[in-house]
């Protein structure tokens, strides 16, 4: 009896050990500005990680609140968070952001500079108390068609890439935030958006390496305690399987090749790239067993239920033999050793502040004032003639194109709440579609236009709307906000690399010759 009794408490805690194993790769997300019941019982139950949203967010304040309910519960929670700065903002979800993305870091190149902005932007998450940063973007955007990361990436050179993304990582982390390099193998020459469809890269091995590669060799280089898969097929690589599924990719070459020893993190379950083609369990199961550690999901699916169908699929995957055991308790202990990592390095920040020893902003101005530093070092003006200052207030047209999900269409952009603080009377209207230009100019009358374009290169209407308006009014200034491929053109033409708030502000600036 004794030994039938010592084997069933064995078997328990082993089926026990299994289930918080499942439940510790997990990072779901959910809905509201407090966590919900069912989060905090998962908590208690193994679930390591949870992904916050700007749905979750509504003050630092609260933001705070939030992650400290959280840490009652269970005190080495690993809160993860999509802030890039720039378009991809949550704390800042409602305003815009006070820092410039990476494609503005990327046109100043001082990688100081970046250091310093991710520093200080490392510091407001980590005040917060937000631990896992799921950024930078590592994309070498060399496809300028890109819908889904444009802006979002330093640039399109591969070099600049490589130096930014180690630069971001070191001040990122240096705030006691681990940061999370993606999108691997790298998302920048897809003409698709993995949140609708499955992108392809049909670039060779040696293209590969050579450009893709580099920026995330930098990272590792640089000690990245996170790295984020691509849900993007790369036959190259593998022929048969997305990177996010890929042994190949992910323990082949990530871990065996490049090196990589932290934590890799499955690009959102949901998107259609997986969930259209394998289905979120299913898949779920494949990426732990290509190599996977932590499978995000919740930016769309946000609910017990998603948790409870995961969880169960991976311990039966383990039962049936599916899944290896040992694969999906090693994916559990990286998690573990991250949670560890940063509830030393948050330690560390709370003797420090204490010590009066903590770094105010890294760099002149500190804090949020090095964002508006560096969004105003990342303009450029040009001019097809001489630059005739306003005489009265403007007419600030927006053509707006469609937001890609990763960047929401939330978030407000433009120069035009900038530019009425700056010079009162300014009115402004939003346009879209191929009658954009005569409804501009309808609006407008006789006051002078501002022309707010995003990437005017992607879209034939908005470039069709400029010649019209251009032709009309030859004194239109234009102010481009996305990537800037088309050439340049206004009085003066103003290229912002991005449309945060603070780079809204630097472009209103120069519009009122401040």
């Not at 017990?304 to 290896?324: M, Q, W």
């Not at 929401?408 to 939003?430: C, F, M, Q, S």
Request: net charge negative.
């Amino acid at each position: 009896m004794t030994t039938l009794a010592s084997g069933t408490a064995a078997s328990n805690a082993d089926k026990d050990d299994l289930t918080r194993d499942a439940l510790t790769v997990l990072q779901p997300g959910f809905t509201g500005t407090t966590a919900p019941d069912w989060v905090l019982r998962r908590l208690g139950e193994g679930l390591a990680s949870v992904g916050l949203f700007g749905r979750n967010i509504a003050s630092p304040e609260q933001l705070s609140a939030l992650t400290a309910q959280l840490r009652a519960e269970r005190d080495d929670v690993l809160v993860a968070i999509d802030e890039e700065g720039g378009d991809v903002t949550r704390l800042e979800v409602r305003s815009g952001s006070s820092y410039p993305g990476n494609h503005a870091l990327g046109a100043v190149d001082d990688v100081e500079l970046t250091r310093e902005v991710a520093s200080a932007l490392g510091r407001r998450l980590a005040d917060c108390g937000v631990n896992l940063n799921w950024a930078p973007s590592a994309d070498v955007n060399s496809n300028p068609g890109n819908p889904v990361i444009g802006v979002r990436s330093f640039g399109a050179d591969t070099d600049l890439v490589a130096r930014h993304t180690a630069a971001y990582v070191t001040g990122l982390q240096s705030a006691g935030v681990a940061a999370c390099t993606k999108h691997f193998p790298g998302h920048g020459d897809t003409a698709v958006d993995s949140h609708h469809a499955l992108p392809r890269i049909d670039a060779g091995l040696p293209v590969l390496q050579a450009r893709e590669l580099a920026p995330f060799r930098a990272a590792i280089a640089a000690g990245t305690r996170a790295v984020m898969s691509a849900h993007i097929l790369v036959p190259a690589l593998d022929p048969d399987r997305p990177a996010t599924l890929s042994r190949r990719i992910l323990t082949g070459l990530l871990r065996e090749e490049l090196g990589y020893e932290g934590l890799i993190v499955t690009d959102g379950m949901e998107m259609q790239a997986i969930a259209a083609t394998y289905g979120i369990e299913r898949g779920s199961v494949l990426a732990i067993g290509a190599g996977a550690d932590a499978i995000c999901v919740g930016g769309g699916l946000a609910d017990d239920e998603t948790v409870r169908r995961l969880r169960d699929a991976l311990v039966s995957a383990v039962r049936t033999g599916e899944l290896a055991e040992e694969r999906l308790a090693d994916a559990a202990a990286r998690v573990r050793s991250l949670a560890r990592w940063t509830t030393a390095a948050a330690a560390r920040g709370a003797e420090n502040a204490g010590s009066g020893s903590r770094a105010d902003g890294g760099g002149p101005g500190g804090g949020a004032e090095i964002g508006l530093i560096a969004a105003r070092r990342a303009l450029r003006v040009t001019s097809s003639g001489p630059y005739i200052p306003l005489t009265g207030a403007p007419y600030v047209a927006a053509l707006t194109p469609v937001a890609n999900i990763a960047v929401g269409d939330e978030t407000p952009w433009g120069v035009a709440a900038e530019l009425a603080r700056l010079v009162p009377g300014t009115e402004t209207g939003g346009f879209a579609g191929d009658d954009a230009a005569a409804e501009v100019l309808a609006a407008a009358g006789s006051r002078r236009i501002v022309a707010v374009v995003r990437d005017e290169h992607r879209h034939a209407w908005m470039a069709t709307a400029l010649d019209i308006l251009l032709a009309a009014r030859p004194d239109t200034i234009v102010v481009e906000m996305g990537v800037p491929q088309a050439p340049p053109r206004g009085a003066p033409h103003i290229a912002t690399y991005g449309a945060a708030r603070v780079c809204g502000r630097a472009a209103a600036e120069a519009v009122a010759g401040e």
